[in-house]
């Protein structure tokens, strides 16, 4: 069974970065493609970013693009979301998905294992 461990979250002012990474276990990392998530107070849940099993696509959603950048250690089986220029807007908890061999999927129903969270909180 694939285990999904998000850490790096925290409070931040406006214009601060933060990376969040995501450990997985139980199955070959490298086959999975990975998503982030993210969830707002009374919103629904949106994508944020993912790369593929490969590490190539990558996508990002709009609004992050130039600010947030996907990564993926394979060695250490992990991927990150390193956050910069931060906005209170990007207050949510963040998720990370995998879905196997999948491509950088933007649904979250094309997720088969997601992690608890990690908060994100970016003050004005």
């Known amino acids: 069974q694939v285990q999904l461990v998000e850490s790096g979250g925290g409070l931040v002012q406006a214009g601060g970065s933060l990376r969040l990474s995501c450990a997985f276990s139980g199955r070959t990392f490298s086959n999975y493609a990975m998503g982030w998530f993210r969830q707002a107070p009374g919103k629904e849940r949106e994508f944020v970013s993912a790369i593929s099993w490969t590490g190539s696509p990558i996508r990002y959603l709009d609004s992050v693009k130039g600010r947030f950048t996907i990564s993926r250690d394979n060695a250490k089986n992990t991927v990150y979301l390193q956050m910069n220029s931060l906005k209170p807007e990007d207050t949510a908890v963040y998720y990370c998905?995998?879905?196997?061999?999948?491509?950088?999927?933007?649904?979250?129903?094309?997720?088969?294992?997601w992690g608890q969270g990690t908060q994100v909180t970016v003050s004005s």
């Open positions: 998905a995998a879905d196997l061999y999948g491509l950088p999927a933007m649904r979250s129903q094309n997720y088969d294992y």
